[in-house]
């Protein structure tokens, strides 16, 4: 069998000495999974397979099956044993809906990873752990809904998270795994309140960057201050990637924006 391997990391790179993972393969040609009883399962190019090496559940591929293994840290999923247990052999079509997104977003971070900077690279691989937590939250759906409490108890949660958000925007490093860590929740339970409001983290954080620099534009009119410097200061590391998604949020660019104002 035909493997690469890449490893997402959320957060700066740490030492990683006694760091456990979850592997997902994503095949890159049509290949056949093994079952732990024997069974053959087809999958075509661009599917997803979760896969544990150390679980009885996990499968294998035949030996002349393509694919390349992602490593993520557990601790970004906030699995119990028996999620880990249950994770293990899923697969995901990556010809239709999330399953799809996920692995064409996965196989675009490794065919253009040479072509972004270092800061870029880790926004990318910030998101693609935000698009792994939501596909796992599809494949488990018997979790205990209560995980997320009464509306109202997952309300007052969302109201404090946001206001710790809006209060640590210009942190370059704020991250689903450090606004969790803050407010004492999981990862998990930080994405899944999030998804009961109709948006992801990472969404609502950029929006509300977008919006503070683009309210300080248009105090900054005939280029007093540059483009570059309003966007680092609300923590975007990349002016390049904040060019894009203002424009692609507003229409226009940071500079035409400042121009108009």
Known sequence: MTTISWQIQAVSPLSLGNEEFVH????????????????????????????????????????????????????CLELSEADRDRL?????????????????????????????????????????????VLLVMELLPTEREDLSGTTATRSEMLARVQNYIQNHLADPDLSPQSIARANHISVRYLHRIFQHD?????????????????????RTPNRRIT???????????????FSRV????????PSEWQDLS
């Open 24 to 75: 997902l393969a994503l095949t890159v040609a049509d290949s056949v999974l093994i079952t732990r009883d024997g069974d053959e399962i087809p999958l075509k190019a661009g599917d997803l397979v979760f896969c544990d090496p150390g679980r009885p559940r996990s499968p294998r591929f035949a030996d002349d099956g393509q694919v390349t293994v992602f490593r993520l840290p557990h601790r």
């Open 88 to 132: 293990a052999g899923m697969t995901s079509s990556g010809g239709d809906g999330l399953g799809a997104l996920v692995s064409g977003f996965l196989a675009g971070l490794v065919t253009g990873a040479q072509c972004h900077r270092p800061k870029v690279l880790h926004q990318l691989t910030r998101t693609a752990v935000d698009l792994l």
């Open 198 to 218: 109709g948006t992801t983290v990472s969404q609502w954080l950029r929006q509300r960057r977008l919006e503070s620099c683009r309210r300080d534009l248009a």
């Open 227 to 241: 483009v570059s410097a309003v966007a680092n200061r609300w923590g975007f590391t990349s002016a390049s990637h």
């Open 246 to 253: 203002f424009r692609d949020e507003y229409g226009m660019s």
